[in-house]
């Protein structure tokens, strides 16, 4: 197995921050062919998304987020900013990993899809995220 830790930086904002380049990148370095992609987020306030970017998704996805978890005081959670419990829920909605198929050393996403960090959490502007190739 090759595996390899990158840092993002995700700043201030919430943010959908596209991988597509990072897992290239590491593909290439891992001389990959067939096998799995896994991509992990050891975060208690990230996740991991496949979705289509670039198209207004990626903010669709973060509007949804804020219906579904607002950022204001019901969250038991209260550390940090206001409303900060909720980018602890948000996991178990946007879980902090991914598997993809790599074949012929190229991820097999569909035309549209992009593997994407999603970070709601403006507190934490650096985040880490751990790609390991499993060759098959």
């Known amino acids: 197995m090759h595996s390899e830790e990158i840092e993002v930086r995700t700043g201030s904002v919430e943010?959908?921050?596209d991988l597509g380049a990072e897992c290239e990148r590491f593909l290439r370095s891992a001389r990959a062919r067939d096998g799995l992609l896994n991509v992990w987020v050891p975060h208690a306030t990230a996740g991991l998304a496949i979705i289509e970017t670039g198209a207004g998704s990626d903010d669709d996805v973060l509007a949804a987020l804020r219906d579904l978890l607002p950022a204001d005081?019901?969250?038991r959670h209260r550390h940090g900013s206001p409303g900060h419990g909720r980018d602890h829920v948000l996991p178990a909605f946007v879980p902090p990993y991914a598997s993809i198929p790599v074949l012929g050393g190229?991820?097999?996403l569909g035309t549209w899809?992009?593997?994407c960090l999603v970070d709601t959490n403006v507190d934490?502007?650096?985040r880490r995220v751990r790609l390991s190739?499993?060759?098959g």
């Open 113 to 115: 899809q992009s593997v």
């Open 133 to 135: 190739f499993l060759p």
């Open 106 to 108: 190229e991820m097999a």
């Open 15 to 17: 943010v959908v921050y």
């Open 73 to 75: 005081d019901r969250w």
């Open 124 to 126: 934490n502007p650096v």
